[in-house]
């Protein structure tokens, strides 16, 4: 759906009729297709919890907002992570499909933090990290912990090769209803979009249009608004997981020698298949969490903290140990240094396998005029 950045456009509101005739302007002039995008405006593929997938999204922020700024800076960060799984292709599929999720650079000699399910079932040869300006690099796994769903991986690169390493939050110690936002590549899609936690809201009969935008990040045609914020607070995994009465609320349920009593942070927050793996930020864009899980309706998402991200670094000892380059690609056989991988075949890959882009897809565009909401299947 075409969306705005309400920062610097409510003086204009006062130049028009009504305050009414110019939030209408306003959304259909900015939702542009990015072909036609007006000059000053910038297009950020973005997803909002309940929104519709489309992988054509013509979110558009002013070229000149704090969200641009910090979007353009975390980019570079964040990389694509794909491999072929070790398992068998699903019943009827002629070959198996590629394994795809994100994840982002956590030292400059090229180490990279992403999901433990996104390549715990990856072949070593098979491996590739993309970074957002297209370029590929061959990766191994340097360390899984399947205990806090993490993994590090190692970039094969050329001497004197650097990268720049995504800032890391000192804890995850929100308030509920800070805002908090993610970077990935849903679905394969390779093309970094944002998600940003909050929830929609309708007007009261006691605020005018102008007052009930002052803190509403994107507004609708219907006039509704979108507050930012989504954070909630820290819970059990298995609570997550699991609803009282033992039922699963996400599909797949545990992963094999994942503690069920670890901290997840509990954000509303849409993510899809593919965001796994990739970065939990604040309102800094700083990252406070790694991307884990998403719930039946697809507008809450649960992550690993950076706390446990911290710690996993230095188990993998990624400050004492430098990456060394290497000028031709070597591999190592993944599954002989991590007894505890074993493939199974009715697992699902979860959040970060199995879908395809077409990049013919015509842009949805009812999502003009309404925000359309969809019941996602969950996923890990």
């Known amino acids: 759906m075409g969306q705005f950045d309400i920062p610097g456009f409510l003086p204009e509101w006062r130049t028009n009729k009504t305050e009414q005739a110019s939030l209408n302007d306003k959304l259909q002039s900015d939702a542009q297709p990015i072909g036609v995008l007006r000059e000053g405006f910038e297009r950020i593929p973005t997803q909002l919890p309940g929104d519709r997938w489309d992988p054509n999204d013509v979110t558009a922020y002013r070229a000149n907002s704090g969200t641009v700024a910090q979007y353009r800076q975390a980019k570079e960060s964040v990389v694509f992570v794909e491999s072929t799984s070790n398992l068998p292709p699903a019943p009827g599929a002629e070959k198996k499909s590629p394994s795809v999720g994100s994840g982002f650079v956590a030292t400059p000699d090229g180490r990279v933090v992403t999901g433990y399910h996104v390549v715990k079932d990856a072949k070593p040869e098979s491996l590739v990290v993309t970074l957002s300006n297209g370029k590929k690099y061959q990766a191994e796994i340097e360390h899984l912990d399947p205990k806090t769903e993490l993994a590090v991986l190692r970039l094969h690169r050329q001497p004197y090769e650097t990268f720049k390493p995504l800032a890391m939050a000192q804890n995850s110690d929100l308030q509920p209803g800070e805002r908090v936002s993610a970077l990935g590549y849903p679905r394969g899609v390779k093309e970094l979009f944002l998600s940003v936690g909050g929830r929609w809201q309708q007007p009261s009969a006691y605020e005018s249009p102008a007052q009930f935008a002052q803190n509403k990040m994107f507004l609708a045609a219907d006039g509704s608004g979108f507050l930012p914020g989504g954070f909630k607070g820290k819970v059990t995994l298995a609570s997550m997981l699991y609803t009282p009465d033992g039922k699963e609320r996400i599909q797949g349920g545990l992963l094999p020698g994942e503690d069920p009593n670890r901290t997840v942070i509990s ?114």
């Open 267 to 380: 954000t509303d927050l849409k993510v899809e298949p593919g965001n796994s793996g990739g970065p939990l930020l604040n309102q800094n864009f700083e990252a406070i969490g790694v991307i884990a899980m998403t719930d039946l309706k697809g507008s809450k998402a649960g992550s690993t903290p950076i706390e446990d991200v911290r710690k996993v670094l230095a188990d993998a000892r990624v400050f004492d140990k430098p990456n060394v380059p290497v000028t031709r690609a070597s591999f190592l056989d993944q599954t002989n240094r991590f007894p505890f991988l074993r493939p199974e075949a009715t697992k699902s890959p979860g959040l970060s396998n199995h879908w395809e882009y077409n990049a013919n897809t015509p842009a949805n565009a009812t999502n003009l005029q309404f925000r359309l909401r969809e019941r996602l299947a969950p996923y890990r």
